[in-house]
């Protein structure tokens, strides 16, 4: 198994423009998050999804959209980048809420 | 709201010492408890988690985790430190019940320096 895979590793944007995170796990897992990682702000919850076509926001969604056609993807969207969205995003997935989240190694992003 | 505090910033120690990294949180019932640790430019691996039973709950790489559900804590101990054991350490925690399960929310992280 792969695990959580995310694309791309790396990425520069300038201000205004739109972009996907990529996520894919291949453990069959109903349950998917975004996360980003700011210094000393630990990890926030920006969108989770607790199954195909069911989603919802978590503590910092505004700027981001999300959409679970499938059970293996959950992309982030944002939809007009600005510099407060320069951090490092995560994806995570699980098979359940009792049962440990399976992370990415990240993206990071920055915007200038 | 629920949310997790991890109150030190850093916690140092001595290689063969002991060590505990302190977790408390504020979630309304029962709810289900994990630490994760994560080593420089990596995504976060996951220790332990406790999700009902035994208050001590017994983790990867030697690490435990004590429930403590009247001062509503979940410190992360080890009885003797690595130097391979630094890292940022992140407390998290998730409601217990059919609303918001997909939420887990995570403290702000405590590094771990392990000194020679």
């Known amino acids: 198994n792969a695990g959580v895979t995310q694309t791309p590793k790396f990425q520069v944007l300038k201000t205004g423009q739109s972009m996907t995170l990529q996520c894919a796990q291949d453990?069959?897992?109903?349950?998917m998050s975004w996360y980003r990682q700011d210094p000393g702000m630990g990890l926030r919850l920006i969108h989770y999804?607790?199954?195909?076509?069911?989603?919802d926001q978590g503590e910092v969604p505004n700027g981001y959209n999300v959409s679970r056609s499938t059970t293996e993807d959950f992309p982030l969207r944002l939809l007009s980048a600005a510099p407060s969205q320069t951090s490092v995003y995560f994806c995570a997935s699980s098979y359940s809420q009792t049962y440990e989240q399976y992370f990415g190694p990240g993206t990071r992003l920055t915007v200038t | 709201a629920q949310s997790v505090a991890q109150p030190e910033d850093q916690v140092n120690v001595a290689e063969g010492n002991p060590l505990t990294v302190k977790c408390t949180y504020s979630?309304?019932?029962?709810?289900?408890l994990f630490w994760y640790v994560q080593y420089p430019n990596r995504g976060l691996q996951f220790l332990l988690k406790?999700?009902?039973?035994?208050?001590l709950v017994k983790g990867s790489y030697g690490f435990e985790a004590e429930f403590n559900k009247s001062q509503t804590s979940f410190h992360l101990k080890k009885p003797s430190a690595l130097v391979s054991d630094s890292a940022l350490y992140f407390c998290?925690?998730?409601?217990?019940?059919?609303?918001?399960?997909?939420?887990?929310?995570f403290g702000q992280g405590t590094t771990l320096q392990v000194k020679p």
């Open positions: 999804s607790v199954g195909a076509g069911i989603t």
């Open positions: 453990m069959n897992h109903e349950y």
């Open positions: 979630v309304s019932g029962n709810p289900y």
């Open positions: 406790y999700i009902t039973g035994d208050n």
């Open positions: 998290a925690v998730r409601e217990r019940g059919s609303s918001n399960t997909g939420k887990l929310i």
